[in-house]
T-cell receptor
Framework: GAVVSQHPSRVICKSGTSVKIECRSL??????MFWYRQFPKKSLMLMAT?????????EQGVEKDKFLINHASLTLSTLTVTSAHPEDSSFYIC??????????FGEGSRLTVL | QKEVEQNSGPLSVPEGAIASLNCTYSDRGSQSFFWYRQYSGKSPELIMF????GDKEDGRFTAQLNKASQYVSLLIRDSQPSDSATYLCAVRGSSASKIIFGSGTRLSIRP
Protein backbone atom coordinates (compact mmCIF):
# COMPACT_ATOMS: atom_id res chain seq x y z
CA GLY A 1 0.00 0.00 0.00
CA ALA A 2 0.91 3.64 -0.23
CA VAL A 3 3.19 5.17 2.41
CA VAL A 4 2.34 8.22 4.46
CA SER A 5 4.98 9.60 6.79
CA GLN A 6 4.25 11.86 9.72
CA HIS A 7 6.72 13.84 11.80
CA PRO A 8 7.36 14.28 14.67
CA SER A 9 5.99 11.14 16.29
CA ARG A 10 6.12 12.68 19.73
CA VAL A 11 6.33 16.29 20.84
CA ILE A 12 6.20 17.91 24.23
CA CYS A 13 5.78 21.65 24.44
CA LYS A 14 4.99 24.37 26.91
CA SER A 15 1.60 25.98 27.08
CA GLY A 16 1.34 28.96 24.74
CA THR A 17 3.80 27.73 22.16
CA SER A 18 3.00 26.55 18.63
CA VAL A 19 3.71 23.12 17.25
CA LYS A 20 3.95 22.05 13.61
CA ILE A 21 3.26 18.52 12.44
CA GLU A 22 4.18 17.38 8.93
CA CYS A 23 2.47 14.78 6.82
CA ARG A 24 4.09 13.49 3.64
CA SER A 25 2.94 11.04 1.01
CA LEU A 26 6.15 9.27 0.05
CA UNK A 27 5.28 7.32 -3.06
CA UNK A 28 2.20 8.99 -4.46
CA UNK A 29 0.70 12.40 -4.98
CA UNK A 30 -2.13 13.31 -2.65
CA UNK A 31 -4.39 16.13 -3.71
CA UNK A 32 -6.36 15.59 -0.53
CA MET A 33 -5.11 14.82 2.94
CA PHE A 34 -7.11 14.48 6.12
CA TRP A 35 -6.26 15.40 9.67
CA TYR A 36 -7.75 13.43 12.55
CA ARG A 37 -7.53 13.77 16.28
CA GLN A 38 -7.89 10.88 18.70
CA PHE A 39 -8.32 11.01 22.45
CA PRO A 40 -7.43 7.95 24.55
CA LYS A 41 -9.80 5.04 23.92
CA LYS A 42 -11.87 7.13 21.55
CA SER A 43 -12.30 6.98 17.82
CA LEU A 44 -10.75 9.20 15.22
CA MET A 45 -12.40 12.56 14.89
CA LEU A 46 -12.00 14.24 11.52
CA MET A 47 -10.70 17.76 12.04
CA ALA A 48 -10.25 19.01 8.52
CA THR A 49 -9.76 18.10 4.91
CA UNK A 50 -6.61 19.56 3.42
CA UNK A 51 -6.69 20.37 -0.28
CA UNK A 52 -3.54 21.09 -2.26
CA UNK A 53 -3.40 24.69 -3.34
CA UNK A 54 -6.54 25.80 -1.55
CA UNK A 55 -7.90 26.41 1.91
CA UNK A 56 -8.64 23.52 4.18
CA UNK A 57 -12.21 22.53 4.94
CA UNK A 58 -12.76 22.33 8.67
CA GLU A 59 -15.32 20.20 10.46
CA GLN A 60 -17.88 21.82 12.68
CA GLY A 61 -16.47 22.78 16.05
CA VAL A 62 -12.84 22.83 14.94
CA GLU A 63 -11.21 26.22 15.30
CA LYS A 64 -9.47 27.10 12.06
CA ASP A 65 -7.38 29.80 13.71
CA LYS A 66 -6.22 27.32 16.30
CA PHE A 67 -5.38 24.49 13.93
CA LEU A 68 -3.69 25.94 10.87
CA ILE A 69 -3.46 23.63 7.91
CA ASN A 70 -1.29 24.21 4.89
CA HIS A 71 -1.15 21.90 1.88
CA ALA A 72 1.63 23.48 -0.10
CA SER A 73 2.41 20.61 -2.43
CA LEU A 74 0.99 17.32 -3.64
CA THR A 75 3.10 15.45 -1.11
CA LEU A 76 3.07 17.65 1.97
CA SER A 77 0.44 18.93 4.38
CA THR A 78 1.19 20.57 7.70
CA LEU A 79 -0.90 21.08 10.82
CA THR A 80 0.15 23.84 13.21
CA VAL A 81 -1.39 23.90 16.65
CA THR A 82 -1.13 27.53 17.65
CA SER A 83 -0.86 28.74 21.24
CA ALA A 84 -1.19 25.18 22.47
CA HIS A 85 -2.86 24.45 25.78
CA PRO A 86 -3.02 21.25 27.84
CA GLU A 87 -6.46 20.42 26.44
CA ASP A 88 -4.87 20.24 22.98
CA SER A 89 -2.85 17.24 24.12
CA SER A 90 -3.91 14.39 21.89
CA PHE A 91 -2.89 11.95 19.19
CA TYR A 92 -2.99 13.68 15.80
CA ILE A 93 -3.08 11.49 12.72
CA CYS A 94 -2.93 12.47 9.10
CA UNK A 95 -4.09 10.38 6.19
CA UNK A 96 -4.04 10.57 2.45
CA UNK A 97 -5.76 8.89 -0.42
CA UNK A 98 -3.97 7.73 -3.51
CA UNK A 99 -5.70 7.16 -6.83
CA UNK A 100 -7.88 4.50 -5.24
CA UNK A 101 -10.43 5.15 -2.54
CA UNK A 102 -8.26 3.63 0.16
CA UNK A 103 -7.09 5.85 2.97
CA UNK A 104 -3.54 5.45 4.26
CA PHE A 105 -2.50 6.78 7.62
CA GLY A 106 0.65 8.35 8.90
CA GLU A 107 2.21 7.02 12.07
CA GLY A 108 0.54 9.67 14.20
CA SER A 109 1.95 12.43 16.38
CA ARG A 110 1.41 12.42 20.11
CA LEU A 111 1.30 15.97 21.41
CA THR A 112 1.69 16.69 25.09
CA VAL A 113 1.25 20.28 26.23
CA LEU A 114 2.59 21.02 29.68
CA GLN B 1 -27.95 8.95 15.63
CA LYS B 2 -24.25 8.47 15.07
CA GLU B 3 -23.16 8.18 11.46
CA VAL B 4 -21.19 4.98 12.06
CA GLU B 5 -21.95 2.81 15.07
CA GLN B 6 -20.01 -0.02 16.62
CA ASN B 7 -20.27 -1.88 19.88
CA SER B 8 -17.34 -0.68 21.97
CA GLY B 9 -16.73 -4.07 23.55
CA PRO B 10 -14.55 -5.48 24.85
CA LEU B 11 -15.28 -8.57 22.82
CA SER B 12 -13.46 -11.58 24.26
CA VAL B 13 -12.94 -14.58 21.99
CA PRO B 14 -10.93 -17.76 22.67
CA GLU B 15 -7.89 -18.40 20.51
CA GLY B 16 -8.77 -20.33 17.38
CA ALA B 17 -12.42 -19.25 17.37
CA ILE B 18 -14.19 -16.87 15.00
CA ALA B 19 -14.42 -13.24 16.03
CA SER B 20 -17.39 -11.32 14.63
CA LEU B 21 -17.34 -7.53 14.56
CA ASN B 22 -20.35 -5.49 13.51
CA CYS B 23 -20.99 -1.99 12.26
CA THR B 24 -24.04 -0.04 11.14
CA TYR B 25 -24.15 3.25 9.24
CA SER B 26 -26.75 5.90 8.70
CA ASP B 27 -26.00 7.30 5.23
CA ARG B 28 -27.88 5.06 2.84
CA GLY B 29 -25.90 6.47 -0.07
CA SER B 30 -22.57 5.29 1.33
CA GLN B 31 -20.39 3.56 -1.22
CA SER B 32 -17.17 2.38 0.39
CA PHE B 33 -16.61 0.54 3.62
CA PHE B 34 -13.37 -0.14 5.42
CA TRP B 35 -12.09 -2.06 8.40
CA TYR B 36 -9.00 -0.80 10.18
CA ARG B 37 -7.06 -2.37 13.02
CA GLN B 38 -5.44 -0.16 15.62
CA TYR B 39 -3.04 -1.29 18.28
CA SER B 40 -2.75 0.85 21.39
CA GLY B 41 -0.69 3.97 20.75
CA LYS B 42 -0.39 3.24 17.04
CA SER B 43 -2.04 4.52 13.91
CA PRO B 44 -4.83 2.55 12.22
CA GLU B 45 -3.86 0.08 9.51
CA LEU B 46 -6.20 -0.99 6.75
CA ILE B 47 -7.33 -4.61 6.88
CA MET B 48 -10.02 -4.75 4.25
CA PHE B 49 -12.35 -2.69 2.15
CA UNK B 50 -15.60 -3.67 0.50
CA UNK B 51 -17.80 -1.90 -2.00
CA UNK B 52 -20.38 -4.45 -3.12
CA UNK B 53 -23.05 -6.39 -1.29
CA GLY B 54 -21.98 -9.82 -0.18
CA ASP B 55 -18.80 -11.31 1.21
CA LYS B 56 -15.18 -10.53 0.49
CA GLU B 57 -12.49 -12.85 1.81
CA ASP B 58 -8.81 -12.16 2.36
CA GLY B 59 -6.92 -14.81 4.27
CA ARG B 60 -8.45 -15.19 7.73
CA PHE B 61 -10.59 -12.09 7.26
CA THR B 62 -14.03 -11.87 5.67
CA ALA B 63 -15.92 -8.62 5.25
CA GLN B 64 -19.66 -8.77 4.76
CA LEU B 65 -21.78 -5.93 3.43
CA ASN B 66 -25.57 -5.59 3.38
CA LYS B 67 -26.51 -2.19 2.00
CA ALA B 68 -30.24 -2.78 2.43
CA SER B 69 -29.71 -3.22 6.17
CA GLN B 70 -26.90 -0.65 6.26
CA TYR B 71 -24.72 -3.18 7.96
CA VAL B 72 -21.11 -4.24 7.51
CA SER B 73 -19.24 -6.86 9.47
CA LEU B 74 -15.79 -8.36 9.80
CA LEU B 75 -15.16 -12.00 10.60
CA ILE B 76 -11.77 -13.16 11.80
CA ARG B 77 -11.25 -16.92 11.56
CA ASP B 78 -8.73 -18.86 13.65
CA SER B 79 -8.30 -15.88 15.98
CA GLN B 80 -4.78 -15.31 17.26
CA PRO B 81 -3.60 -13.33 20.31
CA SER B 82 -1.97 -10.91 17.88
CA ASP B 83 -5.46 -10.05 16.62
CA SER B 84 -6.17 -8.37 19.96
CA ALA B 85 -6.66 -4.72 19.06
CA THR B 86 -9.34 -2.12 18.43
CA TYR B 87 -11.14 -2.54 15.12
CA LEU B 88 -12.47 0.57 13.46
CA CYS B 89 -15.25 0.54 10.92
CA ALA B 90 -15.06 3.41 8.44
CA VAL B 91 -17.53 4.55 5.83
CA ARG B 92 -17.15 6.86 2.87
CA GLY B 93 -20.53 8.48 2.48
CA SER B 94 -22.44 9.78 -0.46
CA SER B 95 -20.54 13.08 -0.31
CA ALA B 96 -17.59 11.02 -1.58
CA SER B 97 -14.86 13.00 0.09
CA LYS B 98 -14.53 12.28 3.75
CA ILE B 99 -14.44 9.02 5.60
CA ILE B 100 -16.20 8.73 8.93
CA PHE B 101 -15.04 6.32 11.59
CA GLY B 102 -16.99 4.40 14.18
CA SER B 103 -15.87 4.46 17.78
CA GLY B 104 -14.20 1.08 17.42
CA THR B 105 -14.63 -2.34 18.99
CA ARG B 106 -11.96 -3.59 21.33
CA LEU B 107 -11.22 -7.27 20.62
CA SER B 108 -9.36 -9.49 23.05
CA ILE B 109 -8.25 -12.97 22.05
CA ARG B 110 -7.68 -15.11 25.12
CA PRO B 111 -5.17 -17.98 24.88
Amino acid sequence: GAVVSQHPSRVICKSGTSVKIECRSLDFQATTMFWYRQFPKKSLMLMATSNEGSKATYEQGVEKDKFLINHASLTLSTLTVTSAHPEDSSFYICSARDSSTELFFGEGSRLTVL
Amino acid sequence: QKEVEQNSGPLSVPEGAIASLNCTYSDRGSQSFFWYRQYSGKSPELIMFIYSNGDKEDGRFTAQLNKASQYVSLLIRDSQPSDSATYLCAVRGSSASKIIFGSGTRLSIRP
